[in-house]
């Protein structure tokens, strides 16, 4: 929804330090995609990120709008967790919940703890895992502390900079 996009936005992203972003998709100066990634939410285990709200606008669908998102959202999480957790509901012979299915469990590799899902019954919450492989993290690590290491050296050189000032004036 566009309450939720909001919200999410006014969390910020501050840089290679922010705990939760919203990756965006563009296409012709046009948002075309969303999809957010958090290092640790409260409801994962230790060491596992996340990613969802994965939307591609419809006209976009089938183009590698959400494909694309969901690389971005490991890459980044890749620089700072073990695994990555995925949710979503599924309901037996509902086409959405097919494709849902399809999508993580088959094509993005995530696996349910519960197996495969049901092929009748009600409506399931899947809660689904997906490690990180360690060349990804090393390789993710190593560019989310340049980020930061550039950004500590900016935040300090700022710091000086006004202390100096202080000192003088």
Not at 32 to 38: I, Q
Not at 45 to 68: I, K
Not at 103 to 127: D, H, I, L, S, V
Request: net charge positive.
């Amino acid at each position: 929804s566009v309450g939720d996009v909001m919200n999410r936005l006014q969390m910020g992203d501050d840089g290679a330090r922010a705990n939760r972003v919203l990756h965006l998709a563009w296409r012709r100066g046009e948002c075309v995609g969303v999809c957010s990634s958090t290092y640790q939410p409260p409801w994962c285990q230790q060491g596992c990120g996340h990613w969802g709200l994965v939307v591609a606008h419809v006209e976009h669908q089938g183009t590698g709008v959400a494909s694309a998102l969901v690389r971005a959202a490991e890459a980044r999480l890749a620089g700072a967790c073990e695994m990555i957790q995925i949710e979503y509901e599924y309901t037996p012979g509902d086409g959405y919940s097919e494709r849902l299915h399809a999508w993580y469990e088959e094509r993005c590799g995530f696996t349910c703890a519960r197996g495969p899902p049901p092929a009748r019954g009600g409506t399931q919450f899947r809660k689904c895992h997906k490690p990180v492989p360690e060349a990804a993290q090393r390789v993710a690590r190593r560019r989310r502390l340049l980020g930061m290491r550039a950004e500590l050296a900016t935040e300090l050189a700022q710091l000086e900079a006004e202390m100096a000032a202080a000192a003088v004036g």
